[in-house]
């Protein structure tokens, strides 16, 4: 059955469809949209669909975006954000006026959770900056996105 994971999640108070399922040959990790109800799918005004997930690459999770031009009927990747030195989870994506994308995510780091953020502007991804640092744990990043202000 894990084979066939398709899991539909319909956020109520935005009224948002949020879609996750396997990418490729491998599966996204069972808490790569876990625990925070941040969004993982945006569309942008051309119809375009991205995705924001999670999957194992050598022992560990990393954040990656898909691309669907066609109604999610085929994907291709995009980009893996999370630069490969510790485990990352719980990714959120955003996309902004100029229909550029702003994931987050948190990353472990010397075994503290930090949170991290990468832009991805004209369909390229920009180098991963790390938000927060020391010791403290961080927690999920969260967004709030003003249209007008």
Not at 26 to 50: F, L, M
Not at 58 to 84: C, T, Y
Not at 88 to 102: C, E, G, K, V, Y
């Amino acid at each position: 059955m894990r084979s066939l994971l398709v899991s539909l999640i319909i956020g109520c108070a935005l009224g948002a469809l949020i879609f996750f399922a396997p990418m490729g040959q491998q599966q996204p990790r069972d808490k790569g949209s876990s625990y925070n109800s941040q969004r993982k799918i945006v569309r942008d005004p051309a119809g375009r669909i991205y995705v924001a997930y999670t999957k194992p690459v050598n022992n560990s999770s990393q954040v990656f975006v898909q691309i669907s031009e066609d109604q999610g009927a085929k994907w291709r990747d995009l980009a893996q954000v999370s630069p490969p030195t510790g485990d990352a989870t719980t990714p959120m994506i955003a996309i902004d006026s100029r229909q550029n994308l702003h994931v987050f995510w948190t990353q472990y780091v010397q075994n503290v959770r930090q949170i991290f953020y990468a832009p991805i502007e004209q369909g390229r991804a920009r180098s991963a900056q790390e938000l927060t640092a020391g010791p403290p744990y961080k927690g999920y990043p969260s967004l709030l996105s003003l249209k007008h202000i």
